[in-house]
């Protein structure tokens, strides 16, 4: 497996599903430490040292943790912002006229639906959890690569492999065990020998296909703060628009 030379240990780690996991704060002693969950036992090392390369190559643990608000938009349907240290999302869904304030830790939060507040009860406990779902997905299109080592993941070195562009890669196998909302799905992750970035990913909708439901492009990336991150894809889809800030209003996540 050909892989970019690791620089120094310097980084630590932050992974996200439902919330952010505990990790340890030392950056001199694991430049990125899996969260709480992750199925290291049979996970191979080939594999997270390739996952640790993609972190380094995105910017690094440091400045992922350090990183704040993240904004885009999602195939033109919705605008998400997250406060990446509260956990907090914004989700404003155009289709439907719908907007989510949630807290994805605690799952309290308020819903408008036709710019009509939903009172307590069943009805909003049914649409925060529906905001979460999207919440999910969403975010999963926009920031798969720093979600490696995540809680529940196994991933597994499948070999190299040639990209749709041309170019050499290695390609890891993501499963999960147990967490999100559909366990059930495989990714295959494509990573360029050249930088080690992820150009490519496909995915099953259950771990057991032989053939993936879609396979695109992971490109365009830019810098964005002090992280990188693929948007404005070159087949025009997933996430958009995207903004990486150090301070927003706090009725961002608290009023409609």
Known sequence: MKLIS???????????CSCEPKTTDNYSVDSNPAADGFDLENSDPAAV?????????????????????????????????WDKMKNRVRIESHR????????????????????????????????LNRGK????????????????????????YVGEDTLMTGGKCNVLELRFNEVGDTPQNKYLVYVDMADNLVKQWAYYRQATQDSANFVRPWDNY??????L????????????????????????????
């Open 6 to 16: 690791i620089l120094p240990l310097l980084f630590v780690v932050i992974a996200f």
């Open 49 to 81: 040292e390739l996952a640790d390369s993609i972190m380094q190559a995105m910017g690094g643990r440091r400045n992922w943790d350090d990183t704040r608000f993240i904004s885009w938009n999602f195939f033109g349907n919705r605008d998400l912002i």
């Open 96 to 127: 439907d006229s719908i907007t989510y304030l949630l807290d994805l830790g605690t799952m309290e939060g308020r819903v408008s639906v036709k710019g009509q507040e939903l009172a307590p009860g069943d009805s909003l406990t049914k649409m």
């Open 133 to 156: 779902s999207i919440w999910i997905n969403d975010s999963y299109w926009l920031m798969m690569p720093y979600k490696l080592k995540d809680t529940g993941l196994t991933i597994k």
């Open 222 to 227: 830019q810098q964005y703060g002090n992280i």
């Open 229 to 256: 991150l693929s948007a404005d894809r070159s087949d025009n889809s997933g996430p958009r628009n995207v903004k990486v800030s150090d301070t927003l209003p706090e009725g961002t996540f608290a009023e409609f």
